[in-house]
């Protein structure tokens, strides 16, 4: 049973804590993969609902769908469905859950740079390589995803 256990910033120490971070790259990919089908499903069943006029700005419309999908459920619960599936979720640099507004912003950086391949590259190598397994939105707000603890 892990427990967490905070250090100065509120946030599991990767040398002490080490399973609070384990695996969680492949986690991410994972949950990333899941999550885009569920967008992907949400896009194609609000099509009709748009009279069809969304498939003439497709890919704005599906860019809508999960923004929206994201910032509301990493507001509501600190992981989209697809990180709940992998039992992993997003922290603050407190150690906090996900508020609308970090859920929000963290969101539009995360849009920003998946939008951008080398941008999404730099991400890509910094949840390899860094203690906290963080990408570059991570690194910008100082959150943080981690393994959820078995006590939450």
């Known amino acids: 049973m ?7 910033r509120g946030l599991p ?3 002490l804590h080490a399973e609070f971070y384990a695996d969680v790259p492949a986690k991410r990919l ?9 967008i992907a499903v ?3 069943v609000a099509i009709p609902f748009t009279a069809f006029t969304a498939l003439f700005f497709l890919p704005f419309f599906w ?6 999908y994201r910032i509301v459920t990493l507001a509501r619960s600190s992981a989209t469905p697809g990180m ?6 997003m922290r603050t ?7 609308t507004g970090t859920a ?13 391949i080398v941008v999404q590259a730099v991400s890509i190598v910094l949840m390899l390589t860094s203690a906290r397994r963080q990408g570059l939105p991570d690194h910008i707000l100082g959150t943080v995803a981690i393994n959820r603890a078995a006590a939450n």
């Open 2 to 8: 892990m427990t967490m256990t905070p250090d100065a």
């Open 13 to 15: 120490d990767p040398d």
């Open 30 to 38: 994972v949950a990333w993969i899941a999550d885009s089908l569920v």
């Open 42 to 44: 949400l896009t194609l």
């Open 63 to 68: 860019l809508l769908i999960g923004l929206v």
């Open 84 to 89: 709940r599936l992998v039992a992993i979720e």
């Open 93 to 99: 640099a407190r150690g906090e859950r996900f508020d």
């Open 104 to 116: 929000a912003m963290h969101t539009l950086l995360y849009s920003i740079s998946i939008g951008m």
